[in-house]
């Protein structure tokens, strides 16, 4: 089953590689039901090592999708606005949010992170919307820098701003 599920992922990726995304009005509804397969993709992963779990086999992201790592797994995913967010080991992060038009000012990404340690460069949305990162602390208002989050295992988060953009 593992093999199956690293094949579909390795499958995944090259369709992706092999592909670009649309350059449309990229977003999907605040529609209580799970996101389903012919809904834009906010997202895709770039590179995944170890375990890893997420809701497509072809590697796309969309959202509402939960991302997870296990002991071993690593990855790194881009959204379409531009945003570079790495996942460390034993990490969880949800797509909570996401609404991006290239040529719109009222976008929003809402990203919950509940465990791991993550880094991102923040893209479009951060400067011509609303970012927010969620975590068991309390909620970050992104504007443009490349921070690193950290949960730790009793809860607590550390925050660093490792490159500011001006």
Known sequence: MKTR??????IGLWFTASGTFPTAVWGQSDS?????????????????TGT??????EALLYRGDVIQT??????EITLVDGTSVNVSSNA???????????????????LNLTRGT???IAGNVAHTGDMKIDTPLGTLGIRGTAPRIEIM???SVKFSTLVERK
Do not use: C
């Open 52 to 57: 890893i779990r997420v809701a497509h086999a």
């Open 5 to 10: 599920s690293v094949g579909l992922l390795l």
């Open 118 to 120: 993550f880094t991102f």
């Open 32 to 48: 209580a039901s799970p996101p389903v397969l012919n809904a834009s993709p906010i997202g895709k992963v770039n590179t995944a």
């Open 153 to 155: 295992e009793d809860g």
């Open 70 to 75: 296990g002991p071993d797994g690593k990855l």
């Open 92 to 110: 969880r992060i949800e797509m909570s949010e996401f609404v991006y038009d290239p040529n719109g000012h009222s976008n929003s990404t809402l």
